[in-house]
């Protein structure tokens, strides 16, 4: 009998999210509706639990409106958890309340050199022995290399050239055990060709690519995905992988979707 151990996911809940500065391209500074934000955010946590996840949550901090995209605090790993360097300023004071929520929960915490861009699993996934990584916008490969070694992984890193995908989860999403969706105009020419061999790869359009289906979030045997006009669900579903669908759309005025809520520890 295999027990599927229960996936644990960090959230933080959006009472402080705004659009209040621009660090990305889809920051235009467009009113957010906090009913909106809210009520998707809680779809999103239902979503996780009733496809088998355990959601943990971190408090959020006034004058901090992007703490709600945990993915981007650090990188977990076998009780480890190395924390982010945020390359932008306004966002640089999360880092010590997410180090201090995993030393309280009794993880190692670890850093990188101070002087080195690193933004967790933005732009890093973790994935059979493999620290697939994305670097060209938030992270260096300095700091990804440094990542590496400290967790034991071995590094694939691949180069970013399209800034409306500026981490590597909104441009690439492990779907499957060994299958995964890619946006092919968000990297450097050459970089996908080094996953050939570690993973079957399906391309998706940019209309989907626009809609964040890169950034969902595959919990057990479920893929949480933002979208229901998606091109590439139906060839994924062909290919065995159960979908759902979660609304998380006022997020996308700050350029994130699911993924980008979620840390899995």
């Known amino acids: 009998i295999v027990i599927n151990m229960q996936q644990k996911i960090l959230l933080c809940s959006p009472e402080f999210f705004t659009v209040s500065y621009s660090i990305n391209p889809w920051m235009k500074g467009e009113p957010v509706c906090q009913k909106t934000v809210m009520s998707q955010w809680l779809d999103l946590v239902v979503a996780i639990s009733a496809a088998g996840g355990k959601t943990h949550l971190i408090e959020p901090q ?3 409106p992007d703490m709600v995209f ?3 605090a650090g990188v977990v790993h076998e009780g480890k958890f190395v924390v982010s360097n945020m390359k932008h300023e306004e966002r640089k004071r999360e880092s010590a309340h997410f180090k201090e929520w995993f ?3 009794g993880y190692e915490t670890l850093s990188v050199s101070h002087d080195l861009d690193f933004e967790g ?7 059979k022995g ?6 060209g916008y938030r992270s260096d490969v300095l700091a990804h290399k440094e990542v590496a070694n400290l967790l034991g992984l071995d590094l694939i890193d691949l180069e970013l050239s399209d800034p409306r995908f500026y981490h590597l989860d909104t441009c690439f ?7 995964a969706i890619y946006y092919p105009g968000a990297f450097a020419d050459g970089e996908i060709e080094k996953l050939e061999g570690v993973l079957d790869l ?3 359009s940019e209309k989907d690519a626009l809609l964040f289906v890169c950034n969902s979030l595959k919990i057990h045997d479920t893929l949480l995905i933002p979208t229901s006009q998606s091109d590439v669900e139906t060839v994924l579903n062909e290919k065995g992988v159960k979908t759902q ?3 998380v759309s006022e997020f996308l005025k700050s350029g994130g979707s699911i993924q980008c809520l979620s840390l899995r520890l």
């Open 173 to 179: 999403c492990i779907v499957g055990d060994n299958l």
């Open 103 to 105: 030393e309280l929960n």
């Open 202 to 204: 399906v391309p998706i």
């Open 130 to 135: 493999n620290m697939i990584a994305g670097h």
């Open 121 to 127: 699993c933005g732009d890093v996934i973790v994935h």
């Open 245 to 247: 669908h979660v609304d």
């Open 70 to 72: 945990t993915a981007n």
């Open 62 to 64: 006034d004058g901090l």
